[in-house]
């Protein structure tokens, strides 16, 4: 895409590319959030965010969030702070986390605010204690141990992901999440570990 192209943006057309492998943990999320804009032809700029934004696409929201937190990109704070006092779940959690990358006091607000609401529901309060547990806030870890309990295997998938970023606290789940039912969540336990 040139600079002066303005990407059109349509769920129906989405593409969505798979998570390098190749990645450190604690990069992992922010390359894949510059991957997918990218693969919507959504440059890295403040201008290429605040389209994905305003784009009413959730994962362009969510993706644009985590680069803007990422990339310390101020110009789109508004939005962030808009997503973040919001009622969305994964671009609510991003956009509080960016704020918090950001240096915004709402950006840590919003991610323990997160941590209320019902993890069946809603995938961010999840997502935000592993958040939290990147800025070195533990509190969240409560969050992610009933998660591990679901009966539904995304909030199990999505809690096990999280355990990376609590160091030894989330070892004893981790290894509990060896023996989940779910053979993809124990290969991401196993991934985990391995690479602690």
């Given amino acids: 895409m040139d600079d002066g192209a303005v990407p059109r943006l349509s769920l129906e057309d989405l593409a969505l590319p798979e998570p390098r492998a190749d990645v450190p943990l604690a990069d992992a999320e922010d390359v894949h959030a510059e991957d997918i804009l990218t693969a919507n032809g959504v440059p890295l700029t403040a201008q290429g965010l605040q389209l994905a934004l305003d784009s009413g696409i959730e994962l362009l929201q969510t993706a644009a969030a985590r680069v803007a937190g990422a990339?310390?990109?101020?110009?789109?704070v508004d939005s962030l702070r808009a997503f973040a006092a919001g009622g969305g779940?994964?671009?609510?959690?991003?956009?509080?986390?960016a704020l918090a990358r950001l240096g915004e006091p709402q950006g840590v607000e919003a991610l323990i605010a997160c941590l209320d609401l019902p993890f069946e529901a809603y995938v961010a309060p999840v997502q935000a204690a592993g958040s939290l547990a990147r800025l070195g806030d533990m509190r969240g870890l409560g969050?992610?141990?009933?998660?591990l309990?679901?009966?539904n295997e995304?909030?199990?998938a999505v809690a096990t992901k999280q355990l990376g970023f609590f160091g030894e606290e989330g070892g004893p789940l981790l290894e509990r999440a060896l023996?989940?039912?779910?053979?993809?969540?124990?290969?991401?336990?196993?991934?985990?570990l391995d690479h602690a």
Avoid: F, K
């Fill in 89 to 97: 779940d994964t671009d609510r959690a991003a956009a509080a986390y």
């Fill in 71 to 76: 990339h310390g990109e101020t110009a789109v």
């Fill in 143 to 147: 969050v992610v141990e009933r998660a």
């Fill in 149 to 151: 309990r679901s009966s």
């Fill in 179 to 192: 023996g989940d039912a779910d053979p993809e969540i124990v290969r991401q336990a196993r991934h985990l």
């Fill in 154 to 156: 995304l909030v199990r």
